[in-house]
């Protein structure tokens, strides 16, 4: 039998569970307007991680059943085999909701919601300044792995702001 160590804050996963709970039994409750849009927020907030912390403990339960088939010797070899076969299956899924749940917990910036404007001027660097932000931002978005801004990198490279209306032609 396999002993799988997680090094996800198990504490951590219980309050967020039972904060999900009573979020959702608060709203089955008649609220205010302005109370029934905080909670609604919050909850669909760490709805999407409750979602994958739910299926990781199916999944770590999954696996301590497979490894008591395997590891029982009265189980009939057909079904010692298919359980041998899920396992792997089984632990990839739980290995990459674990990192799902990881990266989930990360604590939220203030600032990820914002809009950013890269203003560029003349006189502080000219051109090579600006493709040397060009490349930042391309670089931020490959790092990023998201989706690119939508800021388009030949603007920058003409001389104009990001705005049309903002600034107009640079130097």
């Known amino acids: 039998m396999t002993q799988v160590v997680s ?3 198990e504490a951590k996963l219980d309050i ?19 109370t029934y849009v905080r909670l609604t927020r919050e ?9 994958k912390v739910k299926a990781y403990r199916n999944a770590v339960a999954d696996l301590a059943e497979l ?20 396992k792997p299956v089984v632990e990839a899924r739980r290995g990459a909701l674990e990192q799902d749940i990881r990266l989930a917990l990360i604590p939220k910036d203030a600032m990820d919601d914002k809009n950013v404007i890269l203003e560029i001027r003349a006189g502080t660097g000219g051109k090579p300044a600006r493709c040397e932000a ?22 920058l490279l003409r001389g104009r702001s ?7 032609r640079g130097g």
């Open 162 to 168: 990001l705005r049309r209306n903002e600034v107009g």
């Open 67 to 86: 490894d008591a088939i395997i590891a029982d010797p009265a189980t009939e070899p057909d079904l010692r085999d298919v359980a041998t076969e899920e």
């Open 7 to 9: 090094m996800l804050p």
């Open 16 to 34: 967020m569970l039972a904060r999900h709970a009573s979020l959702e039994a608060e709203l089955s409750r008649p609220l205010g307007a302005d």
């Open 134 to 155: 060009v490349m930042d931002v391309r670089v931020d978005d490959v790092r990023t792995e998201g989706p690119p801004t939508k800021a388009d990198p030949t603007r």
């Open 43 to 51: 909850l669909a907030e760490i709805a999407p991680v409750v979602e």
